[in-house]
């Protein structure tokens, strides 16, 4: 609801504000006072950040992860192993794999999950570009690092389909206790998962 | 620190984002991955709404409220009882008055409070004009609606200093249990204070 005595120019940078992920109404108020604290440190950059990534942030034509150059620098990077793929929901995944340095091969963002409740269908997500990138050759294995939800799972099965017609070898992440995790805290399905999987130690 | 591959455009974003407050380096660029998805819809006019607002909100010249006119809407509101002014140390503080419809006549900001340890002065506030506004007459009350912290409580004893030689009656908000606030939860400080000023039920 807009404050009667908050001028139009003000309310409508609270209300875009507050339509960022992790701000809400309040929140949102008090980035823009802070904002208007530092116009020339902060404010003013980041709007000419925003359009320059707006203008220059594109989908890499290749594998879907976002950079201003395309292919961007994972496909460009002739040091990583073009023969493992690893297949993310989102560009946000992706970043969170390359944080722990799990991953030294190459990516595909599909951009979503299957999900048939929200009208999502294979056409709707870069499904058909990760099997002509397979089917092309040189790829050796395609490791599925998507989420262990409903959707995750159903992705997954798809794509198991649809790849099983190519030689390559399709993986997916293991389940388990998460490192420094408390066994107390977890819930049963992942305990039932790590037991079922467990491994010589 | 800067992931090696996210582009200078996209990590210049999420840097200036993760310097807002309610945001840390996560969820900045989550932010940034929303804003990229919605550039038409959020990022660009996000980006216009920050240089519109750096350009045109000012300082209210009579009480220091933002507002993009000057007098501010709550100096120009007529119906507004101007022999009553409530000093607040920022204008977050203003907005909270005027969301609860607590105060029915004009404000003064302060722009901080008085801090000997971080260097803040008389001269480094909105005061001088504050006792400028008094002396002129009209006003009939000031009331100090400022933190009850060390600095709020510092600040408002100087401003009772500095407005004791006009005829103004200076009064601050009282103290007390919070509505809807459990007398268990409370500190000792504002139940003692609670219990000094109580009144007939």
Redesign the interface.
């Given at each position: 609801m807009p404050?009667?005595?908050?001028?139009?120019?003000?309310q409508?940078?609270i209300d875009?504000?507050a339509?960022?992920?992790?701000?809400g109404p309040r929140?949102a108020?008090?980035?823009?006072?802070?904002?208007?604290k530092k116009?020339e440190p902060?404010?003013?950059?980041?709007?000419?950040?925003?359009?320059?990534?707006?203008d220059?942030?594109k989908a890499c034509g290749t594998c879907g992860?976002?950079?201003?150059?395309d292919p961007?620098?994972?496909c460009a990077?002739a040091s990583r192993d073009p023969g493992v793929l690893c297949v993310v929901q989102?560009?946000?995944d992706l970043?969170a794999l390359?944080?722990a340095g799990a991953h030294k091969g190459r990516y595909h963002v599909l951009g979503g999950l299957l999900s048939p409740l929200d009208g999502i269908g294979p056409n709707d997500l870069n499904i058909g570009s990760l099997v002509a990138r397979v089917s092309v050759g040189g790829v050796k294995e395609v490791v599925l690092a998507l989420p262990s939800t409903v959707d995750g799972q159903t992705t997954a099965h798809y794509l198991c389909d649809q790849l099983s017609s190519s030689r390559v070898s399709v993986t997916r992440l293991s389940q388990g206790v998460p490192v420094g995790g408390e066994l107390d805290y977890l819930d049963e399905g992942t305990l039932a998962a790590a037991m079922k999987t467990r491994r010589p130690a």
């Open positions: 404050s009667p005595n908050i001028g139009p120019e003000l409508r940078l875009l504000l339509k960022l992920p992790g701000l929140s108020k008090r980035a823009a006072l802070h904002l208007l116009r902060l404010m003013r950059p980041l709007a000419f950040a925003l359009i320059d990534a707006a220059k942030v992860n976002w950079d201003s150059i961007c620098a994972i990077d989102d560009v946000g970043w390359e944080r």
